[in-house]
């Protein structure tokens, strides 16, 4: 977690360890932890300067500008489906776990290490190993993973415009051309493969057996770049309402004065004890994010 300054917008980055993010109000909590920080910094500093309550609050109105310049700017929302998706629940429940992630990554690792591990071993059988094979086996890895990679980027584009969130045929060419070059690459290995063997049977045998491997690492790399295609997407449009629903929430607290209670109970504690006012420990999981602001 990376503390946020007073004027940033929070990010993903300055999430508390722990936290839900695809909590609605979470955004909102880290920023009023500094927005609340911040206040009590000011406090502190016109108790030292001014010695005057008066005069203290006479700084009111240019801290209440200065809040609602950086976190509560007025607009309209950009999307409201995106909103409205984030409040009912629906861009996490459309999201990809991470663990179906990792497991797809696990599984790839498993079908490259086996792909290798079968071509080493028919070739340390030969009683004449060849170095060469282990290039071999890298290569078909290269090539289903490019297939792979291409077919799934193409997928979650298709997602996209199913879900009107692209323009059909954005960015495609480029995954075309990796689906091209990774078909091949399976395919030449493949032959050359198969014409290491004498008979007709074995030729068809290693050749089928080569582009399964190569079929099975392009798979399981585009089954997981989808799914991290799309947890991405809906995590970067849960941000935007997150951010939203702060600048909202905002909005209200400062029509409300509710962040200059911060202030004044700061200046009010600075003048009694004649201590500096501290800052609050940074927000964990369950503080940072209210449910009601």
């Known amino acids: 977690m990376i503390s946020l300054k007073f004027g940033e917008r ?174 091949l690459l399976i395919l030449l290995i493949a032959i050359i493969r198969g014409g290491s063997a004498f008979q007709p049977t074995m030729i068809f045998l290693v050749f089928s057996i080569t582009v399964l491997f190569g079929e099975a690492v392009s798979l399981f790399e585009a089954l997981r770049e989808k799914h991290k295609g799309m947890r991405t997407t809906l995590l970067s449009e849960m941000l935007q309402a997150q951010k939203w629903y702060a600048t909202l929430t905002h909005q209200q607290h400062l029509d409300r004065k509710g962040y200059l209670d911060t202030y004044v109970a700061a200046y009010d504690l600075a003048a009694k004890t004649g201590a500096q006012v501290n800052t609050s420990p940074p927000p964990d999981a369950t503080s940072a994010a209210p449910r009601h602001a």
């Open 10 to 183: 929070a990010d993903a980055k300055n999430f508390p360890m722990g936290s839900d993010e695809w909590d609605l109000p979470l955004v909102f909590g880290v920023e009023k932890h500094t927005i609340d920080d911040h206040l009590r910094e000011q406090a502190g500093a016109h108790w030292r300067a001014l010695k005057n309550r008066d005069a203290a609050l006479g700084q009111i109105k240019a801290l209440n500008d200065d809040v609602a310049d950086k976190y509560a700017p007025h607009g309209d929302l950009p999307v409201q489906r995106i909103y409205d998706d984030a409040a009912r629940g629906t861009l996490k429940r459309a999201a990809p776990s991470e663990s179906k992630i990792r497991a797809m990554t696990v599984l790839l690792v498993l079908a490259v290490a086996a792909e290798s591990t079968v071509m080493v071993l028919q070739q340390a059988l030969t009683l004449d190993f060849n170095p060469f094979i282990l290039v071999i086996a890298f290569m078909l890895a290269i090539g289903g993973f490019l297939q792979g990679h291409g077919v799934g980027n193409l997928l979650v584009n298709r997602w996209k415009e199913d879900t009107a969130r692209a323009e059909r045929g954005e960015r495609s060419l480029i995954y075309w051309i990796e689906i091209g070059v990774g078909t």
